[in-house]
């Protein structure tokens, strides 16, 4: 498995941004497809968007697609969110994690490892 930390959350106002970052140790991130989920309380977590090993290919929500961005550096073992023009209804808990197949990856039992998750309050 592998041990994935995130971090970079905060409450912003309506328009603005945040790059969330996901630290990965253990089985090197570079052996991993990354991705991100967010989930708010009474919803099931859902999928925004995730990475290949060598960060050639990338996958994202509908919902966020042209605000948010995805990326890697395998160097640092480390994901990256960078969120943009950021909507109230972004506010969730934000949380990366590691898979090992570049495959059904908007579902959640794809992935064997997860972080702690890191709260995004976007404000009105």
């Known amino acids: 498995q592998v041990q994935l930390v995130e971090s970079g959350g905060g409450l912003v106002q309506a328009g603005g941004s945040l790059r969330l970052s996901c630290a990965a140790s253990?089985?090197?991130?570079?052996?991993?497809?990354m991705g991100w989920f967010r989930q708010v309380p009474g919803k099931e977590r859902e999928f925004v968007a995730a990475?290949?090993?060598?960060?050639?290919?990338?996958k994202v929500a509908d919902s966020v697609k042209g605000r948010f961005t995805i990326s890697r550096d395998n160097s640092r073992n480390t994901v990256f969110l960078q969120m943009n023009s950021l909507k109230p209804e972004d506010t969730a808990v934000y949380y990366c994690?590691?898979?090992?197949?570049?495959?059904?990856?908007?579902?959640?039992?794809?992935?064997?490892?997860w972080g702690q998750g890191t709260q995004v309050t976007v404000s009105s």
């Open positions: 990475i290949s090993q060598n960060g050639f290919s990338t």
């Open positions: 994690a590691a898979a090992q197949r570049w495959w059904q990856l908007t579902i959640i039992q794809t992935y064997d490892s």
């Open positions: 253990g089985r090197t991130a570079g052996t991993s497809v």
